[in-house]
């Protein structure tokens, strides 16, 4: 079974920038979709991006225009640059891996074909 860990997190200024990225322990090239999650203390788990194989996007409203998400088959890896960094931001950030966008949607942990620990994104002046 696929594993994901996330890296890249950490302290950063507001309006500033960051890039996370997700690396697996197996290939993805025959992994679908793959997106990225955040989780801010107290709220409810959220899709941020999504990419499938072909290189097609999803992006949550709140995000559109300052992150961008993708990915590199050859390297195991998928991404998430993050532009214009609000206090807002500041979440645990999760990547995650599944053969259908539906289940990256949906976002149950246990449905998901694989999922990372997280990684702590603060944003603060």
């Known amino acids: 079974q696929v594993q994901l860990v996330e890296s890249g997190g950490g302290l950063v200024q507001p309006g500033g920038s960051l890039r996370l990225s997700c690396g697996a322990s197996?290939?993805?090239?025959?992994?679908?979709?793959m997106g990225w999650y955040r989780q801010a203390p107290g709220k409810q788990r959220e899709l941020l991006a999504a990419i499938g194989w072909s290189g097609s996007t999803y992006y949550a409203d709140s995000v559109k225009g300052r992150f961008t998400i993708s990915r590199d088959n050859a390297k195991n890896t998928v991404y998430l640059q993050m532009n214009s960094l609000k206090p807002e931001d500041t979440a645990v950030y999760y990547c995650?891996?599944?053969?259908?966008?539906?289940?990256?949607?949906?976002?149950?942990?246990?449905?998901?074909?694989?999922w990372g620990q997280g990684t702590l994104v603060t944003v603060s002046s």
């Open positions: 197996a290939s993805i090239f025959s992994i679908d979709v």
């Open positions: 995650a891996a599944d053969k259908f966008l539906r289940v990256i949607i949906a976002g149950t942990w246990d449905a998901l074909d694989a």
